[in-house]
């Protein structure tokens, strides 16, 4: 019987990590390995490396959460023009907003369309935002219906030639201006 520790490799080449095997011969080409519990500073490093993949892991499953949140309140937007007809589609643009920088999403419309623009942000951000329909030229244009709270509005567009054209979002100075997701869901009648 033969007994390998910490970091010393097995007769068949395998590393052994924090656990101590018992190599035992079965025959003479294959051999057990029984395998010790763990000493108490295996333990100890174990926990270290759980708490740090969880410090670092629940950081992003919050950012997820906050960028469905942001989509949710922009679908919410979207149902209501639903109801008068316009059709949106099933993806929508998401992305950080911060509050020195504003976002351009660039997108095609086809004249004689009406097109609905539902944009938001987590609700609960305390985040208020601003958007408009950029032409050719960069002149702003489009109208805006923004919600009281101010964490979300509709932009309404009827372009006059078919081309591309920009969205442009920005924070305004009002609410608790911090980097937050911003979602984007196109309709068009």
């Known amino acids: ?15 052994c990590g924090c656990r ?13 390995d029984i395998c010790r519990p763990p000493s108490p500073l295996c333990s100890g490093r174990r ?3 759980l708490a740090l993949f ?6 992003w499953q919050a950012r997820a ?11 919410t937007l979207a149902r209501a023009h639903e109801k008068e007809g316009f059709e949106f589609r099933a993806d929508s643009w998401v992305k950080d ?15 004689g369309n009406d ?18 329909v950029l032409d050719f030229d960069g ?14 509005l509709t932009l309404f567009f009827k372009p006059r030639k078919t081309g591309a054209y920009a969205i442009a979002i920005r924070q305004t100075g009002e609410g608790k201006p911090h980097e937050v997701p911003c979602a984007v869901i196109t309709g068009w009648k």
Request: glycine letters at 8%.
């Open 1 to 15: 019987m033969k007994e390998t520790f910490r970091g010393v490799s097995r007769a068949d080449g395998y590393k």
């Open 20 to 32: 101590r095997y018992i190599t035992m011969p079965m025959s003479a080409t294959s051999h057990f």
């Open 47 to 49: 926990a270290l490396l």
């Open 54 to 59: 969880a410090a670092l892991t629940l950081p």
């Open 65 to 75: 959460s906050d960028k469905s949140e942001a989509e949710q309140a922009a679908r």
């Open 97 to 111: 907003l911060k509050p020195d920088m504003g976002k351009a999403l660039r997108i095609q419309l086809f004249k």
């Open 115 to 132: 097109y609905r623009f539902c944009i938001a942000v987590p609700s609960n951000s305390g985040v208020h935002i601003t958007a408009t």
């Open 139 to 152: 002149k702003p244009s489009g109208d805006l219906q923004p919600v009281a709270q101010g964490w979300g």
